[in-house]
């Protein structure tokens, strides 16, 4: 199923994205803005498993399993709903080479903001998921700067990783609650 994307989301998308090529500096900076944010999570979220004296394992690996799970609901979404990016819609250049794949949510921002909301649920990884939260703006910028993404994609993104948080958060309450339950017998 094809969707074309609304006329704001067309019109915002002109307004971000470089029309022209940008310049070389412009260009590397949002190709680091674009991919860079999810290495430096990658990497964090890597840190945290491999030194269990930082007590921060089980919530990294809750977010690495919700974003194992943010990431197959990304791939069902573009199945039903294939929509081309801009490069492949003729509404804009893409300034870095990406695969022809629906554009709908950002797998890159999924990821991010999925691993960001699930870090914020525990007080001891909170500051690491609002330093997370917030380098994905810049990527969401970026992405739709670079032509590869509309405006939206990075609202559908924020959609999913809203709702696989909300998801992952009930989940621990219910085994905490279930947990309680049968040590208090």
């Given at each position: 199923?094809?969707?074309?994307?609304?006329?704001w989301?067309?019109?915002?998308?002109?307004?971000?994205?470089?029309?022209?090529?940008?310049?070389?500096?412009?260009?590397?900076?949002?190709?680091?803005?674009?991919?860079?944010?999810?290495?430096?999570?990658?990497?964090?979220?890597?840190?945290?498993?491999?030194?269990?004296?930082?007590?921060?394992?089980?919530?990294?690996?809750?977010?690495?399993?919700?974003?194992?799970?943010?990431?197959?609901?990304?791939?069902?979404?573009?199945i039903?709903w294939?929509?081309?990016?801009?490069?492949?819609?003729?509404?804009?250049?893409?300034?870095?080479?990406h695969?022809?794949?629906?554009?709908?949510?950002?797998?890159?921002?999924?990821l991010q903001w999925?691993?960001?909301?699930?870090?914020?649920?525990d007080?001891?990884?909170?500051?690491?998921?609002?330093?997370?939260?917030?380098?994905?703006?810049?990527?969401?910028?970026?992405r739709?700067?670079?032509?590869?993404?509309?405006?939206?994609?990075?609202?559908?993104?924020?959609?999913?990783?809203?709702?696989?948080?909300?998801?992952?958060?009930?989940?621990?309450?219910?085994?905490?609650?279930?947990?309680?339950?049968?040590?208090?017998?």
């Amino acid at each position: 199923m094809f969707t074309s994307p609304n006329s704001w989301d067309i019109q915002l998308f002109h307004v971000i994205h470089s029309a022209t090529p940008p310049p070389p500096d412009m260009l590397v900076v949002a190709r680091l803005l674009a991919d860079g944010p999810l290495v430096l999570t990658a990497v964090l979220l890597g840190l945290m498993v491999a030194f269990p004296r930082l007590s921060m394992r089980a919530s990294a690996g809750q977010a690495i399993i919700a974003a194992i799970i943010a990431l197959a609901m990304d791939g069902l979404i573009g199945i039903v709903w294939d929509r081309p990016r801009p490069f492949i819609a003729n509404i804009g250049q893409a300034w870095i080479s990406h695969a022809a794949t629906s554009s709908f949510p950002s797998n890159h921002l999924t990821l991010q903001w999925t691993i960001a909301g699930m870090l914020l649920l525990d007080r001891r990884t909170r500051p690491w998921g609002i330093v997370i939260a917030l380098l994905g703006l810049p990527m969401a910028w970026a992405r739709v700067y670079l032509g590869v993404h509309y405006p939206s994609d990075m609202m559908g993104a924020l959609g999913i990783a809203g709702l696989i948080t909300v998801s992952g958060w009930g989940v621990m309450h219910f085994i905490e609650h279930r947990r309680a339950r049968l040590l208090n017998g």
